[in-house]
């Protein structure tokens, strides 16, 4: 019997040829397989590239200044750990107040806009003559950039020549007329109408959305069991907008942290500093007073208190 090289027999070859070929086969499938698992990442790549560049690189960027004292001119900057931090929290007077400022705004998007955008959706889906009307008045201001929003309420607020002093001259109220955005009394309450004005519409879209998918059947099986239109709304309607209130509130709670058109337009901070928020803060403390690292810093703080809203509204979103 013949024998190979290194003295192995012909058929003990053939063999070991058969032996490996079913592993040859099973390695090409796997080459397959790995190949179909890699399209889809490639079809996302350049969105991740994007999502990389523009986003976590800048987002990583700022969280380094924040920990620096650098002014956002010079090319070198000192690395100072959370000082910015400690003193936005303990040492400067107007984080404080832009913070309360904040959380006064919070509270307030969330009684009025949510209150009064839920009665408007309840109310039109009642099947109101010309609801279909109401409903483009009652939303057109959401749809108007906030700062043209501001520009025109701005304009109604004019001490001199404003609508709203002269409404109240008319009806002979004039000792009420006052510079409503000069007054450190009224110049965050006449803020927080013009942003109530404006955010009332997509409470009520998103309410009235909610509204038309709950069954009829619901509440004619609570007719039935004797309620009256008030249990009704309390007992069926509540309940199955409670995934709505959710995303409202979410949207009114980030909505009232990230404030910066309104006030810049309106007031730019003033009187003083009595409206300044965090981010018309953290504004001025990066492009106005050249303290980037601040600035940076209070940005971070921002981000961190809206992520405590958007975790839970995009787990509601999802089970969606």
């Known amino acids: ?54 986003l976590v690189y800048p987002m990583a960027y700022s969280a380094a200044i924040s920990l ?16 910015n931090y400690h003193h936005i929290f303990f ?31 309840v109310a039109l889906n009642q099947g109101v003559p010309g609801r279909i009307g109401f409903r483009a008045v009652f939303y057109s201001p959401a749809v108007l950039p906030l700062v043209a929003v501001g520009m025109i309420w701005a304009w109604l607020y004019n001490p001199h020549f404003g609508l709203i002093n002269e409404a109240l001259r008319v009806v002979g109220l004039g000792k009420l007329a006052r510079g409503w955005l000069s007054d450190f009394a009224t110049a965050l309450p006449a803020v927080f109408v013009t942003s109530f004005w404006h955010g009332t519409g997509s409470s009520m879209v998103l309410y009235l959305a909610a509204l038309q998918g709950i069954p009829a059947e619901q509440y004619d099986a609570a007719r039935v069991d004797g309620a009256n239109s008030l249990q009704c709304f309390r007992y069926v309607t509540l309940p199955w907008l409670r995934e709505t209130h959710v995303i409202v509130i979410c949207l009114a709670v980030i909505g009232s942290f990230k404030a910066f058109d309104l006030v810049t337009t309106m007031t730019y901070g003033g009187p003083g500093r009595s409206t300044q928020v965090l981010a018309s803060w953290m504004y001025f403390q990066a492009f106005q007073y050249y303290h980037a690292g601040l600035g940076s810093a209070i940005a971070w703080i921002i981000a961190a208190i809206t992520m405590t809203v958007v975790v839970p509204y995009i787990r509601v979103m999802s089970r969606r």
Not at 9 to 20: F, G, I
């Open 1 to 54: 019997m013949r024998t190979g090289a290194r003295g192995t027999s012909l058929d003990e070859q053939l063999r070991s040829v058969r032996r490996l070929a079913p592993g040859t086969t099973s390695t090409r499938i796997s080459l397959k397989r790995q190949t179909r698992r890699a399209v889809p990442y490639l079809f996302l790549l350049p969105a991740l590239t994007w999502y990389i560049v523009f």
């Open 68 to 83: 620096t004292d650098w002014d956002g001119l010079s090319p070198t900057w000192r690395y100072i750990g959370l000082s």
């Open 91 to 121: 040492k400067d007077p107007i984080s404080r107040l832009a913070f309360r400022n904040n959380v006064l705004w919070t509270v307030a998007t969330l009684l009025f806009p949510t209150i009064v955008g839920l009665l408007l959706a």
